[in-house]
C-alpha cells in the first residue's frame, strides 16, 4: 500500500501526459493534471518555507552558532509574506486597495513591489556579481596548461575571451597578415557553430538519451529512489 | 623568478581589488570601439526587420533583477524596433520574476514611441507550469489568458481579437536567463509548434544554445551584454550595453593577464 | 513610488549591496546579515508569488465556483505538507509520485522531439560538394566532433586500440575547445553582472546620494 499506489500514480499520471500528444481526446486529462501539477508546485513553496521556519526555529530555540542571524532570516521571511499576502496599500490605490479585491499586493507601488526593488532585486543582483571575482581568482590559481587538454580548454577559453571583446578585435585587425580575417566570423563558424556545437551537442544527445532512459524506469516503477526509505 | 613565485601565490584580495578597478575605472573614461554583429544578432534583426506592418509578434520576459544588466538592452532595442515598425507586442512570461521585469522593459519604448495598451501592446503577466504552460498557451491563449497584467480584460482589448494559438504571431521572441525559458521555447513552441523563435540568453549559456541555432530551431541568438550591444548597433541606437563594453574590454584582459602571468610563471617553474 | 520612497530604498539597496561585497574582504557580521535577509526574502517571495499565481487562480477561486474536481489538488496539497510532520511524511508520497509522473511523462516526449531527434537531423549534414571549402570544415567539424564526443561518453567498451583510443581522444579534444568556449562566455557573464552592480551605483545611488546631501 505505501508503495505500490504511488507506483502505480507515476505510471498513470506520466502515461496521460505521454498519450495526451497522441489521442487529442486525452488532451482535457493532460492539462487538468498540469492544473493540479502548478497548485502542487506552489505548495512545495509553502512546504519550502514551513521548513525553514522549523529547522531555523530549532537553532533559535537552542541558541545554536549564528542564532541571531536566523531570527533576521525569519522576520524576513515572515515580513515578506505578511506584505505580499496581506497588505494591500499601494501608492496608486491607497487604502482602496483594502476594498478592491482586483488590486493584489504584488501590485506596482505596494510595501511588496518595494520588497522586490529595493531588497530582492540588488541582494539577488549582488549575490551573483560576486562571482566575477571568484571565477578571476579561481582561475588565476587553477587554470593551467598541464596537459593537451587542458591546453586546448585554456587557448580556446583565451581566444574567446579577447576576441569577443571589441577591444581584442581592434588589436586583431592590426594584425599583420591575420587581421585580413574576420576574426567575429572565424570564432563564430569555426569555434562556437563548429567545436562547441559538435561538443555540446554530444553533451546534450548523451544528457537527453539518459534523461528518456530514466524517466522510463520511473515510469515503469524500476527506478524507486525517489520513494524514499520505508 | 623568486619574486614571480610570490606573485603567482597573491593573496585573492588583491585579485579582488584589480578586478574592481578593472570594472570601475572605464566608466571614469570611457572609450567606445566599434562592435561588429555576429551572425547570430543578424538573424534575429534580419527576422524582425522582414516583419510586416501590424503583424503580431510574442515576447516572452523570463529574466530575473541578477540578470537584467544583459537581457534588459536586448529587450529595450528589439522592442524599439518592433514599435517603430508598427509591429504589435504581446508580452507574457512563463517566469515569475519576468513579469516584474516585464514592465521595466516595456515601460521605456512605449513612452518613447507613444504606443498604446491594448490597441499596439498588452502584457499578459506570469503564467505558471512552464512548459506545460506554453503547451496550453499553444492550444489557446483565451482559455490560458483572461485579464492582463493590470486586471484589464482582454476581451475586450482590440489587439486580442487577433491572438488565439502561436500561429497568430510571426515571430515569437524570448529573453531568457535559465529556468524556465529558452530551452522551454525550443522543445514546445519551436519543435513541437514549428514557428519561428528567437532567443537572447545570457553569456553563460550562450554555448549550450549554439546546438539550436545550428539545427535551425532558433533562427538568431543575443548573447549576453555583446549580444545586445551588436544589436544596438545594427538598430543604429547605442544603449547601455555599448556604454557598459568599455568596462567588460579592460575586465577580459585583466582576467586574461592573469591566466597568462600564473601559466607564464609556471612553466618557468617546471624548467627550473 | 514617491520620490522619498525611492530615495530610501536606493540607500537600502546601496547598504544591502554593500554589505554582501564585504564578504570579499572576509566574511563579517555585514554579509551574514544580508545573506540571510537574501535567504529569508527570497523564500518569501517565491511563496507569495506561488499563492498569487497559482493557489489562489488554480484552486481557491476554482473551488469558490463549485469545480469540486479541485478538491483533488487541494488534497494532494495537504498530504505534500506533511512533509513536515515524521510520523506521517509517507503520506506526500503520492503527491510526490504525481508530479514525478508528469514531468518524467511530459519530458520524454519533448526532450525526444527537440533534444534527440531534431539534433541528429541536424548533423545529417553533406561532408562534400557544398559552396564553399569553408563549409565543408565546418561541417566536417560538426559530423566529427559529434561523433567522437559521443564515443568517449560510451563507457561500457574500454577506450583502447584505433577504434574506441584514439577516436575517444578525439572525442575528448572536441570536448575541451567545447568547455574553453563555455569558460569564456561564463567569464564575460559573470563580469557583465558585476558591471550592472557598478551601473547601480553610477545611475541610481549617485545621484540620490548628491540629492540626499543637499546638491
Known amino acids: 500500500m505505501k508503495r505500490q499506489i504511488p507506483l502505480l500514480i507515476t505510471f498513470v499520471a506520466g502515461l496521460v501526459m505521454m498519450v495526451q500528444f497522441f489521442i487529442p481526446a486525452a488532451n482535457q486529462y493532460g492539462d487538468m493534471f498540469l492544473t493540479w501539477f502548478n497548485v502542487l508546485a506552489a505548495v512545495a513553496y509553502v512546504l519550502g518555507a514551513g521548513s525553514l521556519f522549523v529547522v531555523n526555529g530549532k537553532v533559535i530555540q537552542r541558541r545554536g552558532r549564528d542564532w541571531q542571524f536566523k531570527v533576521v532570516l525569519l522576520v524576513a521571511l515572515a515580513g515578506t509574506l505578511l506584505v505580499g499576502l496581506f497588505w494591500r496599500y499601494s501608492s496608486e490605490a491607497g487604502l482602496m486597495g483594502y476594498l478592491n479585491p482586483s488590486i493584489l499586493p504584488t501590485d506596482e507601488g505596494t510595501w511588496f513591489d518595494f520588497m522586490f526593488q529595493y531588497i530582492y532585486t540588488p541582494l539577488s543582483a549582488t549575490m551573483f556579481s560576486l562571482l566575477a571575482f571568484f571565477i578571476a581568482s579561481a582561475s588565476f590559481r587553477a587554470f593551467r596548461a598541464r596537459s593537451i587538454e587542458s591546453t586546448l580548454l585554456l587557448v580556446t577559453a583565451f581566444i574567446v575571451m579577447i576576441f569577443r571583446v571589441p577591444l581584442g578585435e581592434l588589436i586583431w585587425y592590426h594584425l599583420p597578415v591575420l587581421g585580413q580575417f574576420n576574426i567575429g566570423k572565424l570564432i563564430e563558424d569555426f569555434i562556437m557553430n563548429g567545436f562547441n556545437a559538435a561538443g555540446q551537442r554530444a553533451v546534450l544527445l548523451g544528457a537527453s538519451i539518459g534523461l528518456i532512459s530514466v524517466s522510463l524506469k520511473i515510469m515503469l516503477g524500476i527506478e524507486r529512489s525517489y520513494l524514499g526509505g520505508d | ?272 | ?215
Open chain 3, 1 to 215: 513610488m514617491t520620490e522619498a520612497y525611492h530615495s530610501l530604498g536606493i540607500w537600502i539597496a546601496a547598504f544591502l549591496t554593500l554589505c554582501i561585497f564585504s564578504f570579499l574582504y572576509k566574511d563579517n557580521p555585514f554579509y551574514k546579515f544580508a545573506e540571510h535577509v537574501f535567504i529569508g526574502c527570497s523564500a518569501g517571495y517565491w511563496m507569495v508569488l506561488g499563492y498569487w499565481t497559482m493557489i489562489k487562480p488554480n484552486l481557491v477561486d476554482r473551488l469558490l465556483v463549485g469545480e469540486w474536481k479541485y478538491l483533488v489538488p487541494a488534497v494532494l496539497g495537504v498530504m505534500l505538507l506533511l512533509r513536515l510532520v515524521p510520523s506521517v511524511s509517507w503520506v506526500s508520497r503520492w503527491p510526490i509520485c504525481f508530479m514525478v509522473g508528469i514531468t518524467a511523462g511530459f519530458q520524454i516526449v519533448y526532450t525526444m522531439e527537440a533534444q534527440v531527434l531534431d539534433q541528429v537531423n541536424a548533423t545529417i549534414v553533406p561532408l562534400w560538394g557544398n559552396a564553399t571549402y569553408g563549409q565543408t570544415l565546418a561541417n566536417w567539424i560538426l559530423v566529427v566532433g559529434v561523433l567522437t564526443g559521443l564515443i568517449y561518453f560510451y563507457f561500457s567498451v574500454e577506450h583502447k586500440g584505433p577504434l574506441f583510443g584514439w577516436t575517444s581522444r578525439v572525442g575528448i579534444w572536441v570536448l575541451m575547445i567545447a568547455f574553453g568556449a563555455a569558460f569564456g562566455y561564463t567569464v564575460m557573464a559573470r563580469v557583465s553582472l558585476l558591471i550592472g552592480r557598478v551601473l547601480f551605483f553610477r545611475d541610481d545611488f549617485w545621484p540620490v546620494f548628491l540629492h540626499t546631501f543637499g546638491k
Open chain 2, 1 to 272: 623568478m623568486e619574486l614571480l613565485l610570490k606573485l603567482s601565490r597573491l593573496d585573492r584580495r588583491w585579485i579582488f581589488l584589480f578586478i574592481a578597478l578593472a570594472v570601475t575605472l572605464p566608466f571614469l573614461f570611457p572609450v567606445e570601439l566599434p562592435t561588429r554583429p555576429s551572425s547570430a544578432t543578424a538573424g534575429v534583426f534580419n527576422a524582425i526587420e522582414k516583419l510586416p506592418e501590424n503583424s503580431v509578434v510574442l515576447v516572452s520576459f523570463d529574466y530575473g533583477p541578477s540578470t537584467a544588466v544583459e537581457l534588459e538592452p536586448m529587450a529595450h532595442a528589439t522592442l524599439r524596433q518592433l514599435f517603430a515598425k508598427n509591429v504589435k507586442v504581446v508580452a507574457v512570461s512563463i517566469s515569475p520574476e519576468g513579469a516584474f521585469q516585464s514592465r521595466k522593459a516595456l515601460n521605456g519604448p512605449v513612452e518613447e514611441l507613444k504606443r498604446k495598451v491594448g490597441v499596439d501592446w498588452v502584457n499578459l503577466g506570469y503564467i505558471a507550469g512552464a512548459d506545460k504552460a506554453l503547451r496550453a498557451m499553444g492550444s489557446s491563449f483565451p482559455a490560458a489568458f483572461a485579464r492582463d497584467i493590470d486586471g484589464r480584460a482582454l476581451n475586450q482589448l482590440p489587439i486580442w481579437k487577433r491572438v488565439k494559438n502561436y500561429d497568430s504571431f510571426e515571430l515569437i521572441l524570448d529573453w531568457s536567463s535559465g529556468y524556465p525559458g529558452a530551452l522551454e521555447y525550443i522543445k514546445v513552441v519551436s519543435a513541437g509548434y514549428k514557428r519561428p523563435l528567437g532567443v537572447g540568453v545570457t553569456a553563460v549559456t550562450v554555448p549550450e544554445y549554439f546546438p539550436y541555432l545550428n539545427s535551425g530551431q532558433v533562427i538568431g541568438m543575443l548573447g549576453g551584454l555583446r549580444g545586445a550591444a551588436e544589436y544596438e548597433v545594427l538598430v543604429k541606437q547605442p544603449g547601455t550595453a555599448a556604454k557598459a563594453m568599455v568596462a567588460q574590454n579592460v575586465a577580459h584582459f585583466t582576467i586574461a593577464g592573469f591566466i597568462l602571468f600564473a601559466n607564464i610563471v609556471y612553466f618557468l617553474g617546471k624548467r627550473r
